[in-house]
């Protein structure tokens, strides 16, 4: 195990810690939620900079990278989904696509040939964190600065989280692009053994 297959496999911990953050009411929670997505955020970037810079690519690490952000982005999706932050329409069709596009790497990779994310898979991931990181604010204004600072927020509040709400759209959008893209780039590798049956 080396440190950037380390930092991917910590995304999927880390989820569930933020998650559970979004539930608690004490105050501090919805800060340290944030604070803890946005370190996920930058060891997204972190654990692909160093496997470069070490020269430690892997097939496993470009399989998991790509698994882990999955795991953190629909975890955190469904609990705002829960709270009623996201709508679920838009939840359903980035969960739809993630699992075709993750069944797809799968079949690609039995046949021993690894799929790495491209740059509109990319792009759909940077987009997503972005609306996560908007739509997990909103509570860490609404809560915690409003508590600590005893300032009214809500006006940024309701900014912030529309923010994130239009920025997951936008996500949404990609989602459906990008799985499209890797549909057709790899429909011929995903469906060879069909195309030789009798």
Partial sequence: ?????????????????????????????ATLAFVLFILAAVGDWLDGYLARKLRLVSNFGKLMDA??????V?????????????????????LCREFLITGMRMVAASKGIVVAADSGG??????????????????MLANDWAYFFGVDTSRSVEFVDKVGVVV???????????????????????????????
């Avoid at 991917?8 to 004490?26: A, D, E, H, K, N």
């Avoid at 940077?126 to 739509?135: R, V």
């Fill in 1 to 29: 195990m080396n440190v950037p297959n380390a930092i991917t496999l910590s995304r999927i911990p880390l989820m569930f810690v933020i998650v559970g953050l979004m539930y608690c009411g004490w105050p501090g929670a």
């Fill in 122 to 139: 990319k792009s759909k991931t940077m987009t997503q964190l972005i609306a996560l990181g908007f739509l997990l604010g909103a509570p």
């Fill in 168 to 198: 997951f759209v936008a996500g949404t959008v990609l989602s459906v692009w990008s799985g499209y893209r890797y549909i057709s780039h790899n429909a011929r590798l995903v469906f060879a053994d069909e195309d030789k049956a009798p």
């Fill in 74 to 94: 629909m975890g955190i999706v469904i609990a705002l989904v829960d709270k009623h932050e996201v709508p679920v329409p838009l939840a359903l069709i980035t």
């Fill in 67 to 72: 698994m882990a952000d999955k795991i953190m």
